[in-house]
């Protein structure tokens, strides 16, 4: 299987709908037998429901002064910044549930009054200074794929607030082949990256399903982890330097393979999401690209029957690179969704139920390297996930999950047309808790969907696999309510959130605090945790103009 | 091969020499032909000089006052505290050359004026904020095994300084089988939770030099790295959770696999040498024990050549967990000290100089693991490093470095008794700058030797190796100068930090920062990176009373 085939190329910086998730030009992602499913399970709108047009977005004008505005023209220059209308739409919100919502409704909470484009460090210190010194609020923009409310245009107790895109600082600095380490500017985009690096034989590996958008700075500023992160690691695993721009001043830090000179500092500018500065520059560990790449599906009874053969091969070192568990109501709506051609039809209902397998858990294996590490990993893989009772079901369930593997935002954007809310947030822990935390988690998000009038579809999988660990990630679909849908929404994200916590699981595994997971961070860093983080934002953002609201907002 | 055969059982608390290194009853590790050697190359002093004896340590007496005692005696019990000369002298200092040239004189620096034991995490609280109250300065101490001044008993602008030692915090908390990890106090010793885990047929797998010895707790907060960090990754990649009693309050963060909640807090606290707070507690990753362990012995013709093979098997991933090459300078001395008994003696010179190895490396690869994951592993590392040109000299050299893997320390005081320096620093840098930065050091120390008047052996070897890069461990001996041994020290020493950091390089992989790398921290962490660390600091110490003088000292 080649590289192309499971990385697709993309144009960089991409076109993105204003209203919603991805290529303006993406055909339909939702089969009729899939709205028919729906409609018969948790309702959906009698009429489409398109979003308002463009120009009917309504925007409050922008507050900046024409002084501040040659201000900024003038360490930017002319082209250097943007206030019209839709620029500010398409920066106005990330691609959260309630983003979308308010945006289809031509209704967002607010816009930011510029948008800004530094090409340089030199122009993005410069601009932070002066937004310092003229009280205006920054939020560093990258692919503006947040969907937890990381890029909103909240401007705090500031008298303006600007997007600073870094779409222009999109440049690969240097490529150190024997060192396998790639520098670049933080507003380079991942597919960038990745083409650049095909090129010499060599991958990031760092695939999130934001991949086509994301730019690599926000992946650092908010520890994002790719589909691959089994194999390749989180983003926080890749950094090895970083440069970040802050109103006070800057920090570099060299690219080492290891250091104990004091705290890591790198990991304490890792997923600060914009709070502390602006993250210019990083140094990325890359790869040998894989020759060889195996996906291949895998049945299991139960979940608690897959978890411990993922346990087993992380704890014995022999994890697939893409490692992915559903769970039965997940199981249950991918062989919904996918109708008789797809995974259904392939496996056929006989063949599973013949092996015990009706109601069980499916599993995607990926395997990427060279061809003998694919093959006696694989083999010591499958042996012990047959150890635990897996059913191999071929190579096509793999291959369907990788055409697949970034097209779920588009989807989303449809069932918001006929009137369906979806949903996902993620958490993990350690394994000795997964499951309590599993029941707990999809248990509270049903009850406050019946809560809501709205009974839906609670479904889950584990998608980033740890010798101590796993991650959760939970989606949900429910009819959407028509009166106060965001109402609706943070009552049931209240209720996850909550559970979440309460059962000792991290608020985010990788989506980051942003605003949405705000009221929950302090359960898990500590009163004093927190206060260690804000004491580090004052001394480098001591006017407080750095993505204000965000993870340390009081 | 057992585990016990590479692992030995030490007692906890193990007794220490009060004037060097290690078990009083330890004997000698110097055999004669190597003193011959040094007495032929750099020269010994004619006469021994063995240590001063413990009573003519000369130490100012404690300057705590009764109501103090009484004090700090109300929250630690009575026999919680010890102002006696022998533990007093015992905490004076670490296990840096300084330290022991001048307690052999018995003239330490200073001394602490108590030494306080707490027991469990709320005395730790009370005592820390009667500390501050006090204005007492607080040097925490684990196993007391710092080579870089990090216990040195400094006061800073305080009025006394205690020595906190962690020996009665030394239990294991948990034990989460299924998740791999184990909770322990901070001051459980490395040999005492590796005998608990072996019982559960698992390990930690961290195994410094200074093993016999070390804490936890003191392992974390100076990000050591174990002789097999190769395999087991270092303490950073170890630590789960954490538990950090501070001045101003504590930071509990719960054992994660992973989170995206913000930057991330363990990596603050892991390495912070006891300036922001205690570590009382932490969760540490466990891992199966090796059921079978591989130690064996090849040449290469080249520090060049076996480094590139080594880069080869971490970029391939197959690594030995035991990774070491050593520079022809070391190979050199390593024959040498061994004798004819010895790796010359067993591998016979005309063996390698038929095959062009006269002059060349030696490297111990050391694979552990289950039978199936060392033999694959193995073929493909042996393969890997074939291609580079290694020569494979059986296990016997492999058999000899686990048997003396823990023995340096111990030669280092017979040498001092002879009136040789020895010492050794530590760096790491990216592989394309790595054979640059071997040479620059080594000269600048081989110039610096000479400079002195006491020309030296100069010799390296890499130890931990990492994708992107590996450390260098240097280490040089020389003949004492017997006027101002500590200024030919420091001449040396700086000289070797100066072009460290000139060759971009850590200045310390993981001997941390403690009190002799602070005049080089500021280059590698920039002067805002240091403040933001500081901030930190003034948070969660206002009062400055943990471990003045280290790391974050200005």
Chains 1, 2 share one sequence.
Not at 212 to 230: I, K, P
Not at 371 to 381: F, N
Not at 509 to 536: K, T
């Amino acid at each position: 299987m080649g590289s192309s085939e499971s990385v697709p190329e993309y144009a960089s910086p991409p076109s993105m709908r204003w209203w919603g998730w991805g290529d303006p030009a993406h055909p339909s992602a939702l089969p009729a037998h899939a709205l028919t499913f729906l409609r018969e399970t948790v309702g959906v709108a009698e009429q489409p429901r398109p979003p308002v047009a463009l120009g009917e977005v309504k925007l409050e004008p922008s507050s900046l002064s024409e002084t501040l505005l040659a201000e900024l023209a003038q360490i930017l220059g002319a082209d250097g910044l943007a206030t019209d209308h839709e620029q500010r739409v398409l920066h106005a919100a990330g691609k959260g549930y309630p983003d979308l919502v308010r945006l289809r409704a031509g209704e967002p909470e607010g816009a930011h009054d510029a948008i800004v484009y530094p090409e340089t460090h030199a122009q993005l210190r410069a601009l932070l200074e002066l937004c310092a010194r003229r009280s205006l609020a920054v939020v560093p923009f990258g692919g503006g794929t947040s969907v937890v409310g990381g890029v909103a245009p909240l401007r705090g107790e500031h008298d303006g607030v600007l997007a600073l895109d870094m779409a222009r600082m999109n440049t690969i600095l240097t490529l150190d082949r024997e060192s396998r380490t790639a520098s670049v500017q933080g507003g380079m985009r991942a597919p960038a990256l990745e083409r650049r690096l095909a090129g010499e034989g060599l991958t990031l590996g760092h695939f999130p399903q934001s991949y086509e958008y994301v730019s690599l700075g926000g992946c650092a500023a908010t520890r994002s982890a790719g589909q691959a992160s089994s194999g390749y690691g989180a983003i926080a695993k890749m950094v090895g330097g970083l440069r970040l721009a802050a109103p006070a001043g800057e920090i570099a830090l060299p690219a080492l393979p290891a250091s104990a000179a004091g705290p890591d500092l790198r990991q304490l500018l890792v997923g600060s999401e914009g709070t502390l500065g602006v993250i210019s520059e990083l140094s990325l560990r890359v790869r040998t690209a894989p020759s060889e790449r195996i996906y291949e599906g895998l049945f299991f009874e139960s979940l608690a029957a897959g978890a411990e053969a993922l346990r087993a091969l992380a704890q014995e070192h022999v994890l697939p690179d893409v490692a992915r568990l559903s769970d039965q109501a997940e199981t249950r709506m991918s062989l919904a969704l996918a109708g008789e051609g797809g995974l259904k039809g392939r496996l056929g209902r006989s063949y599973l139920s013949a092996r015990g397998m009706d109601g069980g858990c499916v599993a995607i294996f990926g395997f990427e390297g060279s061809e003998q590490d694919v093959a006696s990993r694989r083999a010591r893989a499958l042996e012990l996930a047959r150890g635990c009772g897996a059913v191999r079901v071929g190579r096509s369930p793999g291959r369907a999950w990788l055409k697949g593997r970034f097209a779920a935002p588009y989807l989303r954007d449809e069932l918001l047309t006929h009137g369906v809310m979806v949903e996902t947030l993620e958490t993990a822990a350690q394994w000795s808790q997964l499951l309590a935390v599993h029941e707990r988690v999809a248990g509270a998000i049903g009850a406050a969907l019946e809560a809501c009038g709205t009974p839906g579809m609670v479904m889950c999988h584990i998608s980033h696999v740890y010798e101590t660990g796993a991650s959760l990630y939970f989606t949900f679909i429910a009819r959407q309510r028509e009166e106060d849908p965001l109402g609706q929404w943070a009552q049931v994200k209240g209720a996850a959130s909550d559970a979440i916590v309460e059962a000792g699981a991290t608020i985010t595994h990788h989506h980051a605090v942003g605003r949405d997971h705000l009221p929950w961070i302090e359960r898990e860093l500590g009163s004093q945790g927190l206060q260690a983080l804000r004491a580090v934002k004052e001394e480098l953002d001591p006017t407080g103009i750095m993505n204000p609201g965000k993870l340390l907002a009081l």
